[in-house]
């Protein structure tokens, strides 16, 4: 069974870089049947996409973070990985870890999703 | 860039009452809009996609619907288990995401 496993700090200080990775069990992450992303949600707010990347390494941003973030595969290990620079308190969310699935040449909404990781940006 | 307005924000129903939920997209979208519902502290869940086609393991009292650039998502019968947020998203643009503002399910 696919799962997928966010790791990663849980404070992160003004304007330093945040490094969050994703372990994907059950599936390797170049298997052409899926694409991996970010999506963050601050406390008590709504749902905010931060990126996807695909089994090829393409890359899609937001564009209002793109200027601070990578998004990155490390095959070896079977996961992928966000940073975030120039981090400030506006950053502060849960972040998600996400897979969307592709049936023929679409891609689907995110359908499976890690626990999130509660990232507080303070000194 | 498309814009989405969800609505309402929040809304109170009794047990067996029909719920709706409403996004708008600010221009035409085909089919590609889809619902998840996140429970209190968990971690949100993929309902319907392509306006309609139901997740697999959802419960029937689930449906979408589209008229135009008019989404709506209807819970037939309202359970307890259904209090929860619940996120439109825009899947047009695949696979970059832009999600509605969230409408907040109780029970009165």
């Known amino acids: 069974q696919l799962q997928l496993q966010g790791s990663g700090p849980g404070l992160v200080k003004p304007s330093e870089t945040l490094s969050l990775t994703c372990t994907v069990s059950?599936?390797?992450?170049?298997?052409?049947?899926?694409?991996w992303g970010w999506i963050r949600q601050p406390p008590g707010k709504g749902l905010e996409w931060i990126g996807t990347?695909?089994?090829?390494?393409?890359?899609y941003y937001n564009p209002s973070l793109k200027s601070r973030v990578t998004i990155s595969v490390d095959t070896s290990k079977n996961q992928f990985s966000l940073r975030l620079r120039s981090m400030t308190a506006a950053d502060t969310a849960v972040y998600y870890c996400?897979?969307?699935?592709?049936?023929?040449?679409?891609?689907?909404?995110?359908?499976?999703w890690g626990q999130g990781t509660l990232v507080t940006v303070s000194s | 860039d498309i814009q989405m307005t969800q609505s309402p924000s929040s809304l109170s129903a009794s047990v067996g009452d029909r719920v709706t939920i409403t996004c708008r997209a600010s221009?035409?979208?085909?089919?590609?809009l889809a619902w998840y519902q996140q429970k209190p502290g968990k971690v949100p869940k993929l309902l319907i996609y392509?306006?309609?086609t139901l997740q697999s393991g959802v419960p029937s009292r689930f449906s979408g619907s589209r008229s135009g650039t008019d989404f709506t998502l209807t819970i037939s019968s309202l359970q307890p288990e259904d209090v929860a947020t619940y996120f439109c998203?825009?899947?047009?643009?695949?696979?970059?995401?832009?999600f509605g503002q969230g409408t907040k399910v109780e029970i009165k």
């Open positions: 996400a897979r969307s699935s592709m049936v023929v040449t679409l891609v689907l909404p995110p359908d499976l």
């Open positions: 059950g599936a390797s992450i170049s298997s052409r049947s899926y694409y």
């Open positions: 990347i695909s089994y090829s390494g393409s890359t």
């Open positions: 221009q035409g979208i085909s089919n590609y």
């Open positions: 392509d306006a309609s």
């Open positions: 998203q825009m899947h047009n643009d695949a696979p970059t995401w832009t």
